[in-house]
């Protein structure tokens, strides 16, 4: 294969965390990998780069501002408090609040995003972020193992540039998390392999396609236990060759999850080494922009053997590498044969009478789609949102246009009219694009349940009792937050702070003072852009810098 552009993103302190002894997500065997990558003399065929981390208001570009503030603050010894006693964010014992959470999980992301935005500029043909590919994530809450969805992050950032984007999961598990993200779009297509019946998340059946829009771009391949190489090849090449030819994405994300992998403490399938990188190789023959990420994968030594391998199909040099180990700080850990290779095991391939079928079923999905959606996509606006519309403070007195007063006359109108209730978090959809509209309303304050990657056991989630001050009540007798932050308002975020119509410069401006901040007044158009928060501190200079592999000591 010939070379392609790889751009590999690392960060050292990312193995220095721990979800607990006993849990198995070991954030460790992204260093274990890194390691085998530079003993493999791979760092200099590539670019390597330490990513900006991720910011709160990054993560709320998908997740809740309530979520992402429980995540920068919570700790081991105040989870049960803020969770309301483990029934909200953080349920059962698959995402314990482990000491650095927060950096963790802005650490996945930011690799994730920074990838994504260097695809897009065309800086590199293929991007990978091991530490990525958290697929289980929700919008307001975490699951199996998952904090923050780096993934749907990296591709709201390519949605920037770009039409249409195609996610492939080889994980163990259904990636639903991003599935449900993008359930009611045709912009991005969700492609699923993964292990379906008495199984976490149980979720991914054929049935689910997705609604209004999305009707048709949720794809979902339920498998049994024991699937094998040549078995799983049978069904992926085709599947991906059909969505290529309906889709025709501009870019693909490619979650290498390796719990499919045989011998996985907690995966039921029976890839090898081989055939889990053939999925890689073969994506990478269609010459798309490319992501990789990480996921799944509970044996360390063959996650990072995987993952090493799957790197060096991203270099094109998989032919050319030594499978006998090269000494490294994990050299002992990789015996008794010290080689790069995951075999198959004996166990039975129960998917021999049921996977022609799952096959057709999905081709025939793919063949009822519309032909690849038209997408109007004009210049990304790199300023704030604020310059972008010049919206700005009152001391700021720029002349006014005749836009500029029907923007500030329509904000104003906009400001007066906000209903004296709290925000509904209910969301209607259709259930195709021909047939009669049927609304679908979820609420989050209703019941729910939740299964649990570790134990399989369903959790009963209690219904959320909404207080007249916008938090939540599991019978905790106190908001969680009571202490160090402000009750929320009756209004909408962007203008609970302070905000007011100014006739002298006829626009609305913000006070610090009736926010319980400084003297002095902020720009309302960088207050939006940041969804109703105060900019942070400045983070360090550039997106991301240069990690010589030299420099790198983990």
Known sequence: MSRRRVAYYYDPDVGAYSFGMTHPMKPQRMRITHELVSAYEMLPKMRVLRAKRASATDMTKFHTDEYVHFLSRVTPENARQL???????????????????????????????????????????????????????????????????????????????????????????????????????????????????????????????????????????????????????????????????????SAIVLQCGADSLSGDKLGCLNLTMHGHANCVRYVRS????????????????????????ETACALGIENDIDLNLPWNEYFEWFGPRYRLEVPESNMEDMNTESLDKVRSNALEQLSRLRPAPSVGLQDVPRASVGEFLGIGSAHEQAPLDELDEQLAQHTRFVYNMQESMARSESESDSESDTARPRTRSRDIRSGKKRMSLLTGEIYDVPRLEERENGYYDLGCGHEPWANDAPARGVRRHFFQGGARWDPASHQIVMERERAGLSNGQVNVGRLMANGGREEEAASDPGDEMDVDSEDVQV
């Open 83 to 249: 969770t309301y006693n483990g029934n909200q964010f953080l349920v059962g014992d698959d995402n314990p609040a482990f000491d650095g959470v927060f950096e963790f999980c802005s650490i996945s992301a930011g690799g994730s995003v920074a990838a994504a935005q260097r695809l897009m500029e065309g800086k590199c043909d293929i991007a990978i972020n091991w530490a990525g590919g958290l697929h289980h994530a929700k919008k307001r809450e975490a699951s199996g193992f998952c904090y923050v969805n780096d993934i749907v992050l990296g591709i709201l950032e390519m949605l920037r540039s770009v039409p249409r984007v195609l996610y492939i999961d080889i994980d163990c598990h259904h990636g639903d998390g991003v599935e449900e993200a993008f359930y009611t779009t045709n912009r991005v297509m969700t492609c699923s392999f993964h292990k379906y019946g008495e199984y976490f998340p149980g979720t991914g059946t054929q049935h689910d396609k997705g609604r209004g829009k999305g009707r048709g771009y949720a794809l979902n391949i339920p498998l049994k236990d024991g699937i094998t190489d040549e078995a799983y090849r049978s069904v992926f090449e085709p599947v991906i060759d059909k969505i290529l030819d309906v889709f025709q994405p």
């Open 286 to 309: 269609k010459n798309i922009p490319l992501m990789l990420l990480g996921g799944g994968g509970y044996t360390v030594k063959n996650v990072a053997r995987t993952w090493t391998y």
